[in-house]
Structures are given as C-alpha cells and as structure tokens.
C-alpha cells in the first residue's frame, strides 16, 4: 500500500512538473513582452525628446525643431503612445506633452490615433491567444473577472474609459475574452476618453503657450478624478486581497 502511493504521487509530481515549467515559460514570455515595450518607449523617448530638453523652456522653438523632424517626429511619438499602451503608464502624460508639442488639435487627433492602435493591438492578441496573453501581462494575476451582460458590460466600459486612473490596459484584455463585436468595443472605449484627452492636449497647449492659470484648471479636471479613482481602485484590490 505504501508503495502504490509512492508511485501515485510520484506520478502526480510528474504531471505537475510540465505545467510548472510551461507556466514559468510564459512568465518569461510575459516580462520579455514588457521589457520590449519598455525598451521601445525608452528608445523613443530618447530619440525624440532628448534633443529637445534643452527646448522646453521656448516652446516656439521647440514646435520648430519639431516641424522640421517631419513624419520622423510625428511617428516616433506616435510609437511612443502606442508602447505606452502596453505599460502600466498614464497616458494623460503623453497627451499633455502631444498638446504641448504638435498643438491642442493635432495632440488630440496623434492620441486619438494612437489609443486605436494600442487598444486595438492589445485586444487582438488577447482573443487570438485568451487567458494565457492575459497571464502574461498580469503574471501574478488571477484569472480576469469577466462581464458577460451585454448592459452592465456596456457601462462599465463607458465608466472605466471615461474616468482616467482606471486600469484601461486590464479592462481591454478581459473584454477581450467576452464574445463581443470589437467595433462597438473600440467605439465606446475611444468615445468615452475623448473627454480626458482633450483636457489633456489643451492643457498641454496651454503649457506650452505660457497660459499657466488656463494649463492648471484643465489638467486638474483630469487628475483630481484620476486620482480619487486610483486610490478607490487600489483600497478595493488591497481587500480582495
């Protein structure tokens, strides 16, 4: 009798086994994926503001430099953005600074595009390969909590895109894994943070413009909420810890 649960359990630690190295290979995977968006975020950060540090104190001149770097300048932000999608940063901060550079229009449509792409990139990996992309990601995670009523889904997602400080990045994810249309997804989710973002990239303009009162009361419209819900969000995650 001993002997046969020996075996049996030796059996089980042999089953376990495989699932054990599988789950630390897509650990792997997932922080690889991260510190290649991190890298690129980095890389592009450097190659476009490095050279204007010195600028940002005259922001005629620093739209200049800007204009004459053309469609390199434009894109590299544009990457950044998109980078930033993939990582657990604000893009409030990119927005202010697309304000500030590419003005309050052009900082607004630049963002715009750029939250399609990230959103739409991070929903089709997530429906091509499910749970485990969300694993990824969330490495240390449990499985997402999934809305699957079309109504209360519709409004949490309306809610979570239009109050900045809401975790957006683990939002789209989960909703990927819920048969859904992606159109009416991406229709909602961008419609909802027009608002913030064109708080944002105005407030940015007004920065760079020199209009500090105008600059301050825009972008408190954003980050006083964003923060209220930040620490809301991080008291209900600490006790369902």
Known sequence: MKTILIRMKSRANGEAAPER?????????????LAAALALFVLLTAALCRPLAGLLSDPARLRAVVRRRGAFGVLSFFGLEVAQGFLPLPLEVTTVAAGYLFGPFGGFLLTSASVLTSTTLLFTLAKLFGERFFLLLFPHGESPWILRDEKARRLATWTVFLVPGLPKRLFILSAALVPQRFSRFLAVSTLARVPALIFCSFGGHALGSGNYARAVLLLCVVAIPALAAFFIYRSATARKK
């Open 21 to 33: 190295r599988a789950r630390r290979r897509e650990t792997l995977l997932g922080a690889l994926i």
